[in-house]
């Protein structure tokens, strides 16, 4: 292994989400230390990976087959569709194994500052969706962010009269103490109060 190639490997790491420079070079080191154990077997997993995976034609979600897991199962076509604005989102949704329907991965929010408008989601399909798999409720499933908010007005425009739309509850966290939060989050909090 040549200089370069370590640099190479450094600067690959760098561009990681979380890792800068200083963190890759720690992360390079401590794999050449533990090359058998550790940089050998993650170097195959790595190319298998490269060759295998790929996105769901149905929901956006990645696997190793041209339908996911989740779309595949039978158990999971219960009328309920979880949308998430990236596969990151379906993760941690499955992390917690509370929903049992299926997802559609939107690749992102709208943002006119960045240029992305419906066209560049997956909302036409999402809409198709709708219709195609007899789907009864749309759980919105975005972020609380101003983009994630104008893309649950626009998706839920879309569907307006075609099926039930809900979102996730927002406000404050179990175990958050209210000196802790912004002024947005205690505002969702009040806004969706309910009776004790």
């Not at 099926?163 to 179990?174: D, W």
Request: hydrophobic residues 40%; glycine residues 8%; negative net charge.
């Amino acid at each position: 292994m040549s200089n370069s190639d370590l640099d190479t490997l450094i600067e690959l790491m760098a561009r990681l989400p979380g890792l800068g420079p200083r963190s890759a070079r720690r992360a390079v080191l401590y794999l050449i230390r533990k090359r058998a154990r550790l940089l050998t077997p993650l170097a195959d997993a790595m190319q298998q990976v490269a060759a295998t995976a790929r996105e769901c034609l149905n929901c956006g979600n990645v696997g190793t087959s041209d339908i996911c897991d989740i779309c595949d199962s039978e158990k999971r076509a219960n009328g309920e569709l979880c949308v998430v604005e990236d596969v990151a989102d379906l993760w941690a949704m499955e992390r917690a194994n509370v929903f049992k329907g299926r997802y559609h991965v939107l690749g992102g929010t709208l943002s006119a500052l960045d240029g992305v408008g419906p066209e560049d989601l997956s909302i036409p399909r999402l809409v198709d969706r709708v219709t195609s798999e007899n789907i009864t409720e749309v759980i919105l499933a975005l972020n609380a962010t101003v983009d994630g908010q104008t893309t649950a007005h626009y998706i839920a425009d879309q569907l307006d009269g075609q099926v039930k739309l809900s979102s996730l509850a927002q406000g404050v966290p179990i175990g958050g103490e209210l000196d802790y939060l912004d002024e947005g989050t205690i505002t969702a909090a009040l806004s969706a109060r309910k009776p004790v």
